[in-house]
């Protein structure tokens, strides 16, 4: 069922981002910067956007998630817990031996998975062939791809768009988590991606961007790409690494290492605080700077 209540998306969004922290705390490794970033996307997709049934997951009629970003995946184990493929308890199993939870995702172990990923730059050329497969036999199902701007400075992804421009895949949308950092840095001091909206729109695709932390924002921009008929839609998505976590914010130290005793409480204090506020419809207002990435 397509879940429209903002305030219900904003909470589901809030505990992907504490189920996050808990599975990376409890395993004392994993990836928690991009994978908060995306929480807010996960809930719009699993939640609203994405045909999907855990009762019935491997319909040839449901749509697709290929995380090209695979070492993100606390977020889309998260998801599928709040969704009903697996027990909430099976979260602390994360990248323990045996677990079905690894550390990046195995569509063979774990139901509600669409691909093992996590060599990155190859999710793309996967989730075209997804594409394809549905163009050629009318299922009429949608495909989306989440990507790293990191991950966008591999050569492949560029060859994957020509493809998906090539055979006009209207029902791909790619889904850019750009929040500007990488586990080296920044993306402009690793590999600066100078004119993002052109280069996309040169190679065919028609281009969206948005708030990826706004809800609202990105129920808009799916249904937009939803609506473009022969070509392939990417939404620049802009977000804040380690988003919901204020220590772990916009620092790219957090990529890949898990919080000690007492950064796993505080984050968990601003999580819950940040619930309370939504339940309580309590909202900051945005500031007056804004960054222009494109």
Not at 123 to 137: E, H, R, T, V
Not at 223 to 249: D, H, L, N, R
């Amino acid at each position: 069922m397509k879940l429209t209540d903002i305030k219900e998306l904003k909470k589901i969004a809030n505990n992907i981002r504490i189920s996050i922290i808990e599975q990376v705390y409890e395993a004392g490794s994993g990836h928690p910067g991009g994978a908060l970033s995306i929480a807010d996307i996960m809930a719009v997709l699993y939640f609203n956007q994405m045909n999907i049934d855990s009762k019935d997951e491997k319909s040839n009629l449901r749509d697709r998630l290929v995380l090209s970003k695979g070492h993100a995946v606390a977020a889309l184990y998260a998801a599928l817990a709040e969704k009903g493929y697996i027990p909430k308890e099976e979260l602390k199993t994360f990248r323990k031996l045996g677990s079905r939870l690894q550390g990046h995702p195995d569509m063979e172990k774990l139901p509600g998975l669409d691909m093992s990923t996590g060599s990155l730059g190859q999710g793309l050329s996967i989730a075209n062939g997804m594409a394809i497969a549905s163009k050629m036999d009318s299922l009429g199902c949608r495909i989306y791809c989440i990507l790293g701007d990191g991950e966008i400075e591999e050569g492949q992804i560029w060859e994957a768009a020509m493809t998906a421009n090539k055979y006009h895949l209207d029902n791909l949308c790619v889904i850019l988590d750009f929040n500007g950092l990488q586990i080296d840095g920044t993306v402009e001091e690793v590999k600066a991606l100078d004119c993002l909206r052109s280069k996309w729109e040169s190679f065919g695709f028609n281009v969206i961007s948005c708030n990826g932390n706004d809800v609202e924002m990105l129920i808009s921009s799916f249904e937009q790409a939803k609506q473009t008929k022969g070509m392939p839609s990417i939404i620049i998505a802009e977000t804040i690494k380690g988003k919901g976590v204020s220590f772990m914010e916009n620092k790219a130290e957090w990529h890949g290492k898990a919080p000690n005793e007492e950064e796993y409480n505080r984050a968990m204090k601003e999580l819950k605080l940040e619930a309370d506020k939504i339940e309580n419809n309590i909202f900051e207002l945005p500031g007056k700077e804004e960054k222009i990435w494109f």
